[in-house]
């Protein structure tokens, strides 16, 4: 699947990433980070807890914010304008790792609430693209309970098609599977595996390096707010060339 | 251990099953509530008789008691002697306990249609799931209705009223893209000087639609306690909100201004900040403008609970988890959307219990007014009642009606917040 992943891949640049740095008070979090995400590609950002990767992400649709360097998601420069932010991220999907569904609204209004507000879309019609994409993650029958009746792997998936509701072109997922229940994780990666079939463009930090052979066409592995190696997902799992990329691999796929 | 002792297969898998039948009713209430051990048991017994005690002492005095009489002297020579309650200052003086001794009295209609009216002004936000969206067109005209009720005088006043909120609002929506906060100021602003200039129109019209007018000094008793908690309250609760938010402002002068201004109205007791509407404040106000007490005090008051209730959001903001606003921004929402739909209405929930404590704590303090010579319910049993010939050391009946009064209406709204926080429930614990 890969090969023919990596035949679809287009000249457009999605995101380019140049020279960005960001600092949490002086502790230098992303350094120098170069990265150029063509659409229609699927990467996975690996790497150990506190490399810097949700970060990086997260700065992708500006919930954080970088010092130093640009960033240019579907060719709107990120800056301080707060207009620039709201129109990016309005383009851009993100999957949380908790979930993060408003509790206090019905899995329908969490999915028509942005399409509403943002889009303008008609409630009927938010409604109606509601119940498509969450009949896509296979829950449609739970559209009128609340979040906290549904189970970790069903509010994920939910949370997948909220975000999907407002037709993104980009989609980031941070650790999505990584709060779940063992039982839960192929449900939700299914669904991502999914929507990588039908050629989304998707950022996303995991664990799960069964779904980065599977899916991604690039595999980016991050240490220290740096990017360290970066490759097609056959020749970083079977022949990475850093030591400290060994190291992690021999470590996560060790038993 | 041999194998087949540690190898088991489960063929079926075992049904729902109700849990055992314990005996239920009165008497196994008694037994785990009343006389489940020894000490219980003592307990149970003592206070039997402590509440046998007080109610047989208690009860001649209330069925005794006398309804009808004209004074206090009067009453004492129907008892002759026996225990009992001289009621009948309730029966004499009911209308002036809750209407003052000024209000002229052919017209306590309008007050007391003013008070069923802001029933059905309140159905409909109290109660948004059962009565229908458009009462609240009505719940809007409200205050304005309510007002030209009580007070009476030219329909100008209120309508020129309502105009400035409508300017202001409008400026509000039209500034809101811009900026949240500034818009607040701006629509404020343009109310204001909207209000100021309404003031030189509306004095010709004194006497279009006129209602007798009856002026703040005439008003008293408890539709003063019940008119300041309402206005007080639903004033307190939006601008308790905007000042959380602006405390958590990113704008400097914004966060600033809402800090110095919580911490100063908390700092200082509320009966000092009434004398300074009494006393202070006409000062500080040019020589010919006369600012109304009720509008002083009523400005005052809301002032003080709007910094307690500030606090009580704060604390339901900051339970909130971060991820609740991060999937509001990571959706395109803008501040005014994510604060409205997606972190107010948590918070606020959060809040109930203590936005509720504070409600009640304002409505009961209302009675604090009497001290700067304003004759609310208390106001009024310590002035004109007791200070009468007739009624002179009649304390218990007419504090006791007074404590009734407040505890059904406090009573109601904590059962009314209960009841809201069993409604808002969606977590399903």
């Known amino acids: 699947m890969a090969t023919e992943a990596q035949m679809k891949v287009s000249d457009e640049v999605a995101v380019q990433i140049t020279k960005m740095n960001k600092w949490y008070g002086a502790f230098h979090v992303l350094r120098d980070i170069d990265l150029t995400v063509y659409r229609g590609e699927r990467i996975v950002i690996a790497g150990p807890s506190g490399s810097g990767k949700s970060t990086l992400i997260r700065c992708i649709n500006a919930l954080e914010e970088h010092q130093k360097g640009s960033i240019t998601v579907d060719g709107t420069i990120l800056s301080n304008d707060l207009k620039n932010i709201d129109k990016v991220r309005s383009e851009v999907g993100m999957v949380f790792q908790h979930f993060n569904l408003f509790p206090h609204l019905t899995i329908l209004e969490n999915c028509t609430l942005a399409p509403i507000w943002v889009r303008k879309t008609p409630k009927k019609e938010a409604e109606e693209i509601a119940m498509h994409f969450l009949t896509k993650v296979k829950i449609p029958e739970q559209a009128d309970k609340f979040p906290g009746q549904l189970s970790g792997g069903q509010q994920q998936r939910v949370a997948i098609a909220r975000s999907l509701c407002m037709r993104p072109r980009i989609m980031l997922f941070d650790e999505p599977t990584s709060a779940l229940d063992p039982e839960m994780i192929s449900e939700v990666l299914d669904t991502m595996i999914q929507l990588a079939e039908e050629g989304m463009t998707m950022l996303c930090v995991t664990h799960e390096m069964g779904f980065a052979r599977k899916v991604a066409n690039r595999v980016i592995f991050m240490d220290q707010g740096q990017i360290v190696e970066q490759n097609d997902p056959e020749e970083f799992f079977n022949n990475p060339q850093s030591e400290r990329t060994k190291l992690f691999l021999s470590q996560i796929l060790g038993h | ?429």
């Open chain 2, 1 to 429: 251990m041999p194998h087949d002792q540690i190898s088991f297969v489960r063929k079926h898998m075992l049904p729902e099953a109700p849990p055992p039948a314990t005996e239920t009713g009165a008497v196994k209430w008694l037994r785990e509530n009343l006389f489940s051990s020894p000490a219980n048991t003592l307990l149970t017994l003592v206070s039997i008789f402590v509440v046998f005690n007080i109610a047989s002492a208690s009860a001649p005095w209330f069925l005794n008691g006398v309804w009808d009489s004209p004074s206090i002297a009067a009453c004492r020579e129907i008892l002759d002697g026996r225990v009992g309650g001289c009621f009948a200052v309730l029966s004499e003086r009911w209308n002036q306990l809750l209407f003052g001794f000024k209000y002229p009295v052919e017209l306590y209609w309008r007050p007391g249609l003013a008070f069923v009216l802001l029933f059905v002004a309140g159905a409909p936000v109290l109660f948004g799931k059962i009565f229908p969206r458009k009462m609240l067109f009505f719940t809007g005209l409200y205050p304005f209705i309510a007002y030209w009720l009580i007070w009476g005088g030219s329909i100008m006043v209120p309508i020129f009223a309502l105009l400035g909120v409508v300017v202001g609002a409008v400026v509000y929506s039209r500034v809101v893209t811009i900026s949240a906060g500034v818009a607040v100021i701006a629509g404020f602003v343009a109310a204001l000087i909207f209000w100021i200039a309404s003031g030189y129109i509306s004095r010709p019209m004194a006497d279009v639609m006129a209602l007798q007018a009856v002026p703040s000094r005439d008003m008293g008793g408890f539709m003063i306690n019940l008119m300041l908690g309402v206005v007080c309250v639903s004033l307190s609760l939006p601008l308790g909100i905007l000042l959380a938010l602006g405390r958590q402002s990113r704008m400097p002068i914004i966060k600033w201004i809402c800090v110095v201004f919580i911490e100063f109205i908390r700092g200082v007791p509320l009966i000092t900040l009434l004398f300074v509407a009494n006393v202070v404040l006409a000062y500080f106000l040019p020589p010919n403008v006369t600012f109304d007490l009720i509008l002083r005090v009523i400005i005052m008051i809301t002032m003080f609970s709007s910094a307690y209730i500030a606090e009580v959001i704060r604390g339901g903001l900051a339970a909130l988890p971060r991820g609740q606003y991060e999937a509001a921004n990571s959706l395109g929402l803008d501040y005014a959307q994510s604060m409205q739909l997606i972190i107010l209405p948590q918070a606020l929930k959060i809040s109930i219990p203590g936005i509720v404590n504070v409600a009640v704590g304002l409505f009961k303090d209302t009675t604090l007014v009497s001290v700067i010579s304003m004759f609310d319910i208390v106001g009024m049993i310590r002035g004109p009642i007791l200070a009468s010939m007739e009624w002179k050391g009649v304390y218990w009946e007419l504090f006791g009606f007074a404590c009734i009064l407040f505890f059904i209406t406090c009573y109601g709204i904590s059962q009314y917040s209960q009841w809201l926080e069993r409604q808002l429930r969606t977590d399903h614990r």
